[in-house]
């Protein structure tokens, strides 16, 4: 029983590692197009935005010396690319999938608009919105959350390497304990690394629910759609 109808999948690029220390694992990628398929065979309609930094973080780049419009410009290309890796390993285990880009980039994938990602998903196809919102100075999270918004999700789902918010990074502090939910207000006050402030603000103002899970462990965002107590809440 999915209790959600209408989702926006965030994924991270730092997890398309996997294993290796650059680029895009086939086996983690593989891993993500069979947990997606589960869901969407469920009648799921699914939007999907996934970021670059297993390629290239503008951020960073701009810290090293590069112009930060052209460093996020090159980011921005980094999550086209994997985009279109998911695409493919989607299209390969039987999921229909569009990449839809918020620059122009005619053939690499559609230019993007609301209108054509529902028209999409009602279909029945797994939309992969690449590019950012198409403009720098602004994360991906950022991006997921306009999307999500813009496509009206139920929920948006983050999903990383760590199975939830916790008070501090629990890679770092083992005392770290997890909150089973927590409110945007609390996120902002308490300073948690849980996406950007420009995200955290617009899902709340327009009232989306952001659930933080692992998605590096197989099976987990079946659970989250069947509505077990996995990960974090996030609300208003």
């Given at each position: 029983?999915n209790?959600?109808?209408?989702?926006?999948?965030?994924?991270s690029?730092?997890?398309?590692?996997?294993?290796k220390?650059?680029?895009?694992?086939e086996?983690?990628?593989n891993e993500?197009?069979?947990?997606?398929?589960?869901?969407?065979?469920?009648?799921?309609q699914?939007?999907?935005v996934?970021?670059?930094?297993n390629?290239?973080?503008?951020?960073?780049?701009a810290?090293?010396g590069?112009?930060r419009?052209?460093?996020?410009q090159?980011?921005m290309?980094a999550?086209?690319?994997?985009s279109?890796?998911?695409?493919?390993?989607?299209?390969?285990?039987?999921?229909?999938?569009?990449?839809?880009?918020?620059?122009?980039?005619?053939?690499?994938?559609?230019?993007?608009?609301?209108?054509?990602?529902?028209?999409?998903?009602?279909q029945?196809?797994?939309v992969?919105i690449?590019?950012?919102?198409?403009?720098?100075?602004?994360?991906?999270?950022?991006?997921s959350?306009l999307?999500g918004?813009?496509?009206?999700a139920?929920?948006?789902?983050k999903?990383t390497?760590v199975?939830?918010i916790?008070?501090a990074?629990p890679?770092k502090?083992?005392?770290a304990?997890?909150?089973?939910?927590?409110?945007?207000?609390e996120?902002?006050?308490r300073?948690?690394?849980?996406?950007d402030?420009?995200?955290?603000?617009?899902c709340?103002?327009?009232?989306?629910?952001?659930?933080v899970f692992?998605?590096?462990?197989?099976?987990n965002?079946?659970?989250v759609m069947?509505g077990e107590?996995?990960?974090?809440?996030?609300?208003?």
């Amino acid at each position: 029983m999915n209790k959600y109808k209408r989702i926006l999948l965030k994924l991270s690029g730092e997890s398309l590692m996997g294993n290796k220390q650059y680029g895009i694992d086939e086996v983690r990628l593989n891993e993500y197009a069979t947990q997606i398929k589960d869901v969407a065979d469920a009648g799921v309609q699914i939007g999907i935005v996934i970021g670059g930094g297993n390629i290239f973080r503008g951020l960073s780049g701009a810290a090293k010396g590069f112009d930060r419009v052209k460093g996020d410009q090159m980011g921005m290309l980094a999550t086209v690319i994997n985009s279109l890796a998911l695409n493919s390993a989607l299209n390969a285990v039987g999921v229909k999938s569009n990449v839809l880009t918020a620059i122009r980039m005619e053939p690499v994938g559609e230019y993007y608009n609301k209108w054509r990602a529902i028209e999409l998903m009602e279909q029945g196809h797994v939309v992969i919105i690449a590019g950012g919102t198409g403009n720098p100075f602004f994360t991906t999270d950022t991006a997921s959350s306009l999307r999500g918004i813009e496509i009206e999700a139920d929920v948006m789902l983050k999903g990383t390497r760590v199975d939830g918010i916790y008070t501090a990074d629990p890679e770092k502090d083992p005392n770290a304990t997890k909150f089973d939910e927590i409110t945007y207000d609390e996120v902002y006050t308490r300073g948690l690394k849980v996406m950007d402030l420009t995200a955290v603000a617009m899902c709340k103002d327009n009232n989306l629910p952001l659930i933080v899970f692992d998605m590096d462990t197989v099976g987990n965002l079946k659970k989250v759609m069947n509505g077990e107590g996995i990960g974090t809440l996030v609300h208003g």
